[in-house]
């Protein structure tokens, strides 16, 4: 098993260039997160689905938007790029609520 | 919104020493989890408990419910342990999204 995939897992932009980062976990896991982790702060919760089909926002989730392609695939869009949107992005998945979450390897993004 | 402190936010140890990271939290909580986040930026769960403690290897883990407050030990440390190790509890009323909320880590670097 792979576990949580993401890509890509660096990546630099332009100020208003869109881009989606892209998530797959092999777990059969229904909920799915996503996670922007940022010098000196903890990890804060972006988007999440509860199960396919489902997505809520976050703690911090303006400039995002995200998709639940199937069970398998969670992606996050970004569509106009802002330097403040420079971070790194987790993905993560759970087979039940409040078990251990799976993370994937992360995406370095920067926005110039 | 539950609060996630974390002590001391970096930490230096001779190999062989023990160490502890603690971790306060603001309201009740189901379970508290801990994360290792490595040099390379992978983060893995390494515990989850409710109460008591838990053992791998030479991390151990504690939780007083009560005082609401965790440790993680680590007997014999070795350079390998270097990493950030992170807490993290789930919003208040349980969170019925399954997501967690994050300390800002504790820094762990152990020399030879």
């Known amino acids: 098993n792979a576990g949580v995939t993401q890509t890509p897992k660096f990546q630099v932009l332009k100020t208003g260039q869109s881009m989606t980062l892209q998530c797959a976990q092999d777990?059969?896991?229904?909920?799915m997160y996503w996670y922007r982790q940022d010098p000196g702060m903890g990890l804060r919760l972006i988007y999440y689905?509860?199960?396919?089909?489902?997505?809520d926002k976050g703690e911090v989730p303006n400039g995002y938007n995200v998709s639940r392609l199937n069970k398998r695939e969670f992606s996050l869009r970004l569509e106009s790029a802002a330097p403040s949107q420079t971070s790194v992005y987790f993905c993560?998945?759970?087979?039940?609520?409040?078990?251990?979450?799976?993370f994937g390897p992360g995406t370095r993004l920067t926005v110039l | 919104k539950n609060e996630v402190e974390q002590s001391p936010q970096n930490l230096t140890a001779q190999e062989g020493e023990f160490i502890t990271i603690n971790c306060s939290y603001s309201v009740g909580i189901s379970a508290l989890h801990w994360l290792q986040q490595h040099p390379g930026g992978g983060i893995v769960s390494l515990f989850m408990l409710s109460s008591g403690k838990k053992k791998h290897g030479r991390l151990i883990a504690t939780i007083n419910i009560q005082e609401k407050h965790s440790s993680l030990h680590i007997t014999a440390s070795h350079p390998r342990d270097s990493a950030v190790y992170i807490c993290?509890?789930?919003?208040?009323?349980?969170?019925?999204?399954?997501?967690?909320?994050f300390g800002k880590g504790t820094k762990l670097s152990v020399k030879p």
């Open positions: 993560a998945s759970t087979g039940t609520v409040g078990n251990t979450q799976y």
């Open positions: 689905s509860a199960s396919e089909g489902t997505t």
């Open positions: 777990m059969n896991h229904n909920s």
């Open positions: 993290a509890v789930p919003p208040p009323h349980g969170g019925s999204q399954g997501n967690l909320i």
